[in-house]
């Protein structure tokens, strides 16, 4: 799971280029505009990430409030006189420590898209067996956890809805990011909607029960459509989990040789210096005609880390992140 953060870090004011008033900090892998008069004399600030949602009735957050929805405002990232902001810093408060988690205290939470479609259909108890929520931590604040030169897979991140499939108990089981969902007869409901449009991932389910697919459901599920019709839903499997371990990337994909999987951007050598630029650009997906979300990167060879669990993460694109 996402550890979604709000840490406090050390600020080091860089001149704006292009303005004045401002000043950028580097944050882990991210750059934050600030208003320099805010920073003269502080040493620490509380960097909160793009994607989460701040209470707009504080005051380190009341500037939001005519773009607030329920008291609420989202972090986005924005382009300030030329420089990509990615986050919002806020001075630290005394007695405040470096490296110490202020979400609760800021009153901060992390922003979860609306489920989509009618994708309210009903819940049931999920199957036996292990199956988690699947989520992936920030590249730009965890790529230090990536050896330079070991070979790495880099996949397009699809924009749509989580999607699990595992054939259990003789039956097809179907999930959402965090519910497990009775099968619809009405065909509305968006996961089980994209299953009936992929029996090759029904069939793959059918012969490996051991394995949950996960993948991503999409096309009219959100707003970039990827050349689907109105009403029209597909799916593109990215992960394959047997019992308590994921299937190395290699091997997954020779495995479902058949399944529909997301489009591959690179596989070869880790090179930091190079590696965000797969989060930009155009969709590799058939028949898109926008920009893609961004990446996931991953390993070929499965390893974990203290620090974040399973090691693989994903970028969202600036040119995504800016009109979201």
Not at 45 to 55: E, K, Q, R, T
Not at 107 to 122: A, I, K, N
Not at 126 to 140: A, F, I, K, S, T
Not at 256 to 266: A, I, M, Q, R, Y
């Amino acid at each position: 799971m996402s550890q979604h953060k709000v840490e406090v870090v050390p600020v080091r004011l860089q001149k704006h280029p292009n303005a004045d008033a401002l000043s950028v900090v580097e944050v882990f892998g991210f750059t934050a505009c600030v208003r320099t008069a805010d920073f003269q004399g502080v040493s620490l600030g509380a960097y909160i990430p793009p994607d989460s949602l701040v209470p707009a009735d504080r005051p380190e957050f009341a500037f939001l409030a005519p773009k607030a929805k329920g008291g609420r405002a989202r972090i986005k990232v924005a382009r300030l006189r030329g420089v990509v902001s990615q986050g919002l810093l806020v001075p630290a408060k005394p007695g405040w420590a470096e490296g110490q988690d202020v979400a609760d205290l800021l009153g901060v939470t992390h922003y979860d898209p609306p489920e989509p479609f009618s994708t309210g259909g009903e819940d049931e108890p999920p199957p036996e067996g292990n199956r988690p929520v699947y989520d992936v931590e920030n590249w730009r604040r965890f790529r230090h956890l990536f050896r330079a030169g070991e070979p790495v897979l880099v996949t397009e991140k699809i924009h749509g809805a989580n999607a699990r499939y595992a054939f259990v108990d003789g039956r097809m089981r179907c999930g959402s990011h965090k519910n497990w969902k009775k099968e619809d007869p009405t065909g509305l409901n968006v996961w089980w909607k994209a299953l009936k449009v992929a029996p090759a991932v029904e069939a793959f389910c059918r012969a490996h029960p051991e394995i949950t697919v996960y993948a991503e459901v999409y096309g009219a599920v959100q707003d970039l459509k990827y050349g689907t019709k109105p009403g029209e839903v597909r799916v593109a499997a990215y992960d394959l989990l047997s019992g308590t371990a994921w299937v190395p990337a290699a091997e997954a994909r020779a495995l479902g040789e058949g399944l529909p999987w997301v489009p591959t951007l690179f596989e070869g050598p880790y090179d930091e210096s190079s590696v965000d630029a797969f989060a930009e650009g155009p969709s590799t997906m058939p028949l898109a005609n926008h920009l893609r979300e961004g990446c996931v990167v991953k390993p070929l060879e499965e390893r974990t880390d203290p620090e974040i669990g399973r090691v693989q993460l994903k970028i969202v694109g600036n040119a995504y992140l800016e009109r979201a």
